[in-house]
């Protein structure tokens, strides 16, 4: 006959109804029942087959059999102290389970699950009252047998007389809690600790994503997380905090409890651990973007210090984990949660992030923080191959022009240059996004799209940052009493083109004499009596398709 056990000790105080809470412990009891971690949900469910036909069912005989076994503990309460515990309420509830039909023995077990766990749970009043007013916790097993002949699981309450006082206080499974290694012996070409950073439009998160297809393979969206920082980020949000959740109160209504709900470090954390108690070892990477746009010493507060990686690429030095970590742990991985006092990032953990250091408003990264990152600086002409020789027309009448886009790009970085601003609050190849700068087919950038969007991206951040004490110098194209108002420049910009722009700008310019060939492909009418024509060998212009970029 197939039969397989599935034991959980040590009942705790939280699923008892209130006669039975240890004296200690406030709130009322909750009509679940924990079965194990998140983590494990595929191996439960395979276990209890919900809506698989199966039934499930308490044995009378066990129940009044366990009573008699725990009887003394609710007269002389020798291994702990509980709220209502007597020989009276003792005799109650055996009348009770004894005047019982054996029918009143069966339950429709559910799953419900949270952020971290799951459990079971019955409507029936011998789970949900019965049966929780008689456990003693900590002191009892409840078995789950399941009888594949049958299809049936039997549900059986055991004394765990082997239950140690002193230590034997924290609810766990049979499961044996295999060792965890934070030195795998993993080994990649890339650095575990690695920031990118650059110009606005440089391609950092381009970058960042190709390397990761690397790392952890293409189309694996399950190890790894993007997280990006705010200035209201902080260390709850990125490690982890208890948050409430919904949950069943001991009457069966719905009641709000707490529970940990880890953030994205914490999540990778425990998956790089997990596997590293496997025999098939792999990455998993945290990508942080804009990682300088939070306090980042508030944001990893303690974790900071596990970023020294030794020689080994585990982390140098370990922290002091909170009770709160640890109690998450134990959780996740079975035992004890003093198991976890100390915690370090293992070597098949990587962290990456972009930064941006031209942004306004960014916090400033210390040089401790900063000696624990490998830096790469992507430059502002790195990665523009694939948006050579796009052109666009731009401006009316006389002012009309074909131009190319990378050839204004670094006119205006060139004249940015000059007046001595930094190459970080110069404009990257991908300022503008490569949907727009790098046309499907062809070489023709759609002439609308581009408008729009230079005037939203390019001149405001021209006009509100990289040359806002250098507006007069570098709108002199335009009137001298629309130089310092940006939408006087931005209608300018319909006519003029590039000649709102500084004549230093202007002359490196590189343009097309020919405009009306540009007008069949953004759907306009040419402006004068030209003879449309849209061979692009006619422009000089290649149909080379372009490689997939992102914007930054």
């Not at 079965?35 to 191996?43: L, R, V």
């Not at 309420?89 to 029918?103: A, G």
């Amino acid at each position: 006959m197939a039969k397989i056990n599935k034991i959980i000790r040590g009942v705790p105080s939280s699923f008892v109804f209130s006669n039975m809470k240890l004296d200690a412990d406030k709130g009322a009891g909750e009509a679940k029942l924990f079965i194990g971690p998140k983590s494990q949900i595929t191996e439960i469910n395979d276990f209890f087959k919900f809506n698989q036909g199966y039934s499930y069912r308490f044995n009378k005989i066990n129940l009044l059999n366990y009573l008699h076994e725990v009887k003394m503990e609710y007269v002389f309460q020798y291994v702990n102290r509980y709220k209502n515990a007597s020989i009276e309420t003792w005799q109650d509830l055996y009348n009770s389970i004894e005047n019982m039909q054996d029918s009143e023995m069966k339950i429709h077990l559910t799953e419900y699950d949270d952020a971290n766990r799951v459990y079971v749970r019955a409507e029936e009043d011998i789970f949900s009252k019965i049966v929780r007013k008689i456990i003693v916790p900590k002191l009892t097993n409840i078995e789950f047998v399941r009888d594949d002949d049958t299809r049936e699981i039997l549900v059986l309450l055991k004394v765990n007389y082997d239950y140690d006082i002193d230590k034997n206080d924290i609810s766990a499974e049979t499961d044996i809690t295999k060792e965890i290694n934070f030195t795998t012996g993993f080994e990649s070409a890339f650095s575990r600790n690695r920031i990118l950073f650059g110009a606005p439009g440089t391609g950092k998160s381009f970058s960042i994503n190709q390397d990761a297809k690397s790392l952890i393979g293409n189309e694996n969206n399950d190890d790894y997380e993007r997280v990006t920082f705010h200035p209201d980020y902080s260390y709850a949000n990125f490690v982890g905090t208890y948050k409430p959740v919904p949950t069943v109160d001991s009457s069966g209504k719905d009641a709000i409890t707490y529970e940990y709900i880890p953030g994205p470090f914490m999540r990778i954390y425990v998956k790089a651990l997990k596997n590293s108690r496997t025999d098939t070892i792999k990455p998993f990477l945290l990508i942080v973007e804009e990682i300088n746009r939070a306090n980042v010493a508030a944001v990893f507060g303690d974790i900071f210090q596990l970023l020294d990686r030794g020689d080994d690429f585990v982390s140098e030095y370990h922290i002091q984990a909170s009770e709160d970590i640890k109690k998450y742990l134990a959780n996740e991985f079975g035992g004890n949660p003093n198991d976890y006092n100390r915690i370090k990032i293992p070597d098949n953990m990587f962290i990456w992030a972009t930064m941006n250091s031209a942004d306004q408003g960014v916090f400033p990264m210390d040089t401790a923080f900063k000696r624990r990152w490998d830096f790469t600086y992507l430059g502002i002409d790195d990665s523009d191959v694939n948006i050579k020789g796009k052109y666009v027309e731009l401006g009316k009448e006389k002012n009309k022009k074909i131009i190319e886009w990378n050839s204004l790009r670094k006119s205006i970085n060139d004249f940015l240059a000059e007046q001595n601003i930094n190459e970080d609050k110069q404009l990257g190849p991908y300022f503008l996004n490569k949907d727009i700068v790098i046309p499907k087919s062809g070489d023709v950038i759609d002439k609308d799209k581009f408008i729009n969007a230079f005037k939203s991206k390019v001149i405001m951040y021209l006009f509100d940052d990289a040359a806002k004490q250098k507006r007069k110098t570098l709108f002199e194209g335009c009137d001298i009493g629309n130089r310092t108002r940006y939408s006087s420049i931005c209608k300018e910009f319909d006519d003029k083109g590039i000649y709102i722009f500084n004549s230093s700008i202007t002359n490196k310019v590189e343009f097309k004499p020919t405009l009306s060939q540009f007008t069949q492909q953004n759907n306009s009418s040419p402006d004068n009596g030209d003879t449309l024509n849209t061979n692009n060998n006619d422009l000089g212009l290649h149909g080379n398709k372009a490689d997939q970029q992102s914007n930054d």
